[in-house]
């Protein structure tokens, strides 16, 4: 037998049972953010190497290990320009709004987005290489006001699927000037212990830092627990800003708790950051992967890009963990309203013109393509779980009418062979 080519590790094939519950997810999302006043863009999934470097930062893991980069010539060549999957999609979203021109003085939009995302992760439960995220952006709003109104907006998202214990955690990163402090203070106290924390961390310790607060490791963690936390060092605004988006939620009714440590993986946060985590336990739920919606701050990230000076905030939801979840509650795909068993070239016909019509009155009708016996075609009536049956053979045909039967009871009622008279019965 030829050997079969399978699917990159970590990129899922979704049959017809899991974008049955994808759907309805994708669909609350546009939903939700269009009532938020959000537009949809879309973006390409290949962006140059350097908006990643650049935007996400080069010391974080999605970008020095995580991403699928080569390089994009003229047609026929290697050579060129470093391009890679992207592997989120705020930087790739800010990037087309300073291109086309959308954060002139004074503007503020609203945008959202949903597609794949590619990351060369260690592929576990809840963590794939090709994900999806639907993401949402403010650009032009400093205020707290948007902090919380995003939030809401995430949060009204995830309530209306009903996925079960979700929390909301928060933080503030503080902003260029009083994060610096706290930084040097953590690196001096991680410092004294040094030889305790992993060898990823030892090296974060010169790279990336805050990173270190976030790793597994439980000796780590040990250690992260007696290092400092930035609430004590942020700086007045950033402070008041914190207190006054706190206060905003505790006004529209959002729950949350204060977390010091979350500090996310992404370089470009500024002030206020947050993770939505799934407390769903056992079988159905998310393990370690359990953050579904995470997002943040970030005003410097718009200039950096060599836009305006211009404040965001913004946040994304992993659809693929949100599928899992919803999977524990997934139900049947309803079948068929009416499945059509003909008998006889004639009749064969019949059914088709008949289902044509039917379809066409948006009526979802079924057939057994394969043709067979009537005993068989019933079967496969039985197995699709079609409502209704339809039997047309010679008599039918010469007399017009047939017999239309309900499965769940068995109930018959004699109907003519006519596209609307079937419609209004079924
Ligand atoms: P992130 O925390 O890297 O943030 O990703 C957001 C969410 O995407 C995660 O909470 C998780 O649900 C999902 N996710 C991330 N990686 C994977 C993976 N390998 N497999 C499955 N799901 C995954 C961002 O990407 C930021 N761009 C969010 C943001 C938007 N901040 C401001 N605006």
């Given at each position: 037998?030829?050997?079969?080519?399978?699917?990159?590790?970590?990129?899922?094939d979704?049959?017809?049972?899991?974008?049955?519950?994808?759907?309805?997810?994708?669909?609350?999302?546009?939903?939700?953010?269009?009532?938020?006043?959000?537009?949809?863009?879309?973006?390409?999934i290949?962006?140059?190497?350097?908006?990643?470097?650049?935007?996400?930062?080069?010391?974080?893991?999605?970008?020095?290990?995580?991403?699928?980069t080569?390089?994009?010539?003229a047609?026929?060549?290697?050579?060129?320009?470093?391009?890679?999957?992207?592997?989120?999609?705020?930087?790739?979203?800010?990037?087309?709004?300073?291109?086309?021109?959308?954060?002139?003085q004074?503007?503020?939009?609203?945008w959202?987005?949903?597609?794949?995302?590619?990351?060369?992760?260690?592929?576990?439960?809840g963590?794939?290489?090709?994900?999806?995220?639907?993401?949402?952006?403010?650009?032009g709003a400093?205020t707290?006001?948007?902090?919380?109104?995003?939030?809401?907006?995430?949060?009204?998202?995830?309530?209306r699927l009903?996925?079960?214990?979700?929390?909301?955690?928060?933080?503030?990163?503080?902003?260029?000037?009083?994060?610096?402090?706290?930084?040097?203070?953590?690196?001096?106290?991680?410092k004294?212990?040094a030889?305790?924390?992993?060898?990823?961390?030892?090296?974060?310790?010169?790279?990336?830092?805050?990173?270190?607060?976030?790793?597994?490791?439980a000796?780590?963690?040990?250690?992260?627990?007696?290092?400092?936390?930035i609430?004590?060092?942020?700086?007045?605004?950033?402070?008041?800003?914190?207190?006054?988006?706190?206060?905003?939620?505790?006004?529209?009714?959002i729950?949350?708790?204060?977390?010091?440590?979350?500090?996310?993986?992404?370089?470009y946060?500024?002030?206020?950051?947050?993770?939505?985590?799934?407390?769903?336990?056992?079988?159905?739920?998310?393990?370690?992967?359990?953050?579904?919606?995470?997002?943040?701050?970030?005003?410097?990230?718009?200039?950096?890009?060599?836009?305006?000076?211009?404040?965001?905030?913004?946040?994304?939801?992993?659809?693929?963990?949100?599928?899992?979840?919803?999977?524990?509650?997934?139900?049947?795909?309803?079948?068929?309203?009416?499945f059509?068993a003909?008998?006889?070239?004639?009749?064969?016909l019949?059914?088709?013109?008949?289902?044509a019509?039917?379809r066409?009155r948006g009526?979802?009708?079924?057939?057994d393509?394969?043709?067979?016996?009537?005993?068989?075609q019933?079967?496969?009536?039985?197995?699709?779980?079609?409502?209704?049956?339809?039997?047309?053979g010679?008599?039918?045909?010469?007399?017009?009418?047939?017999?239309?039967?309900?499965?769940?009871?068995?109930?018959?009622?004699?109907?003519?062979?006519?596209?609307?008279?079937i419609?209004?019965?079924?």
């Amino acid at each position: 037998m030829t050997e079969k080519i399978t699917a990159v590790k970590g990129m899922n094939d979704l049959l017809p049972d899991a974008t049955a519950l994808w759907r309805p997810i994708e669909t609350c999302a546009r939903e939700t953010l269009t009532s938020f006043g959000f537009g949809e863009v879309r973006t390409p999934i290949l962006e140059k190497t350097a908006l990643f470097v650049r935007g996400v930062g080069e010391a974080t893991d999605i970008v020095g290990k995580e991403m699928y980069t080569f390089e994009d010539g003229a047609t026929g060549t290697r050579a060129g320009t470093l391009v890679s999957l992207r592997p989120e999609g705020t930087a790739p979203a800010v990037r087309a709004a300073i291109e086309h021109n959308q954060l002139a003085q004074g503007a503020l939009v609203r945008w959202f987005y949903l597609g794949p995302m590619f990351r060369r992760e260690r592929q576990q439960r809840g963590r794939y290489r090709q994900f999806f995220q639907v993401g949402a952006e403010i650009y032009g709003a400093a205020t707290p006001q948007a902090d919380a109104e995003l939030i809401d907006a995430a949060q009204a998202f995830l309530s209306r699927l009903d996925l079960g214990a979700i929390t909301l955690e928060l933080n503030s990163l503080g902003d260029s000037d009083c994060r610096p402090r706290y930084v040097a203070a953590l690196i001096d106290a991680l410092k004294e212990r040094a030889g305790d924390l992993c060898p990823e961390c030892q090296r974060r310790l010169e790279t990336n830092p805050l990173r270190v607060l976030d790793c597994k490791n439980a000796q780590c963690q040990a250690v992260c627990a007696s290092a400092p936390t930035i609430d004590s060092f942020l700086c007045d605004p950033c402070r008041d800003h914190f207190a006054r988006v706190r206060q905003l939620l505790d006004a529209i009714g959002i729950a949350y708790t204060v977390n010091p440590r979350i500090v996310r993986g992404l370089d470009y946060y500024t002030r206020t950051v947050f993770e939505f985590v799934s407390h769903e336990t056992g079988e159905g739920g998310l393990g370690s992967q359990s953050t579904v919606c995470a997002g943040g701050r970030y005003d410097g990230l718009i200039q950096s890009l060599g836009g305006p000076a211009t404040p965001a905030v913004g946040f994304a939801a992993g659809l693929d963990r949100l599928a899992l979840l919803a999977a524990r509650r997934a139900q049947a795909i309803p079948g068929p309203e009416l499945f059509i068993a003909p008998m006889g070239e004639a009749a064969i016909l019949k059914a088709l013109q008949l289902a044509a019509a039917l379809r066409r009155r948006g009526v979802f009708v079924d057939q057994d393509l394969r043709g067979g016996g009537l005993k068989s075609q019933l079967r496969r009536a039985d197995k699709v779980g079609a409502r209704f049956t339809l039997v047309i053979g010679d008599s039918e045909l010469d007399s017009g009418k047939a017999a239309l039967k309900r499965m769940a009871d068995g109930e018959t009622r004699e109907i003519s062979l006519d596209a609307d008279a079937i419609a209004a019965a079924l």
